[in-house]
């Protein structure tokens, strides 16, 4: 497909996929010739490297916020064995933990427990000390 870009001194520039090309009277456009697309073609990764580019960034988020209660990220570095129980894992690494299905189940009890409290709620997060919605998640 054929679309005019410039029309400019009786020089007329036109894009022919991804080439351009020059037509016209003047000699300087007959010299120039075809102009190919500088763009980069980035080789997609195998899936060894989006392996190890996604644990690396599972390592990043662990050292920011796995010491925080939930973790977002667990360091598996021992497996559980049937009969045998937790043995070391000759190649640890990184999974993330994700909130589930149960999640939405536990945040309807909390806030039926909280709008069927009878009591007085007080300053503090009052609500939280009624239902704990992270520790039944985690």
């Given at each position: ?17 991804g ?31 989006r ?13 920011i ?42 945040k ?20 939280h ?10």
């Amino acid at each position: 497909m054929k679309t005019l870009l410039i029309c400019l001194k009786r020089k007329f520039v036109y894009q022919i996929g991804g080439k351009v090309g020059y037509m016209g009277c003047c000699e300087e456009s007959s010299r120039i010739g075809n102009v190919v697309k500088t763009e980069l073609n980035k080789k997609r990764r195998n899936k060894r490297e989006r392996y190890l580019k996604h644990q690396n960034n599972l390592k990043h988020l662990y050292e920011i916020a796995g010491g925080y209660y939930p973790a977002p990220v667990g360091y598996m570095d021992e497996i559980w064995i049937n009969r045998h129980g937790y043995v070391q894992n000759t190649k640890p690494y990184y999974k993330r933990w994700y909130r589930g299905k149960r999640s939405k189940y536990f945040k309807q009890q909390s806030n039926r427990k909280i709008r069927r409290y009878k009591g007085e709620l007080h300053k503090g997060n009052m609500d939280h000390k009624l239902y704990d919605f992270w520790w039944e998640l985690c």
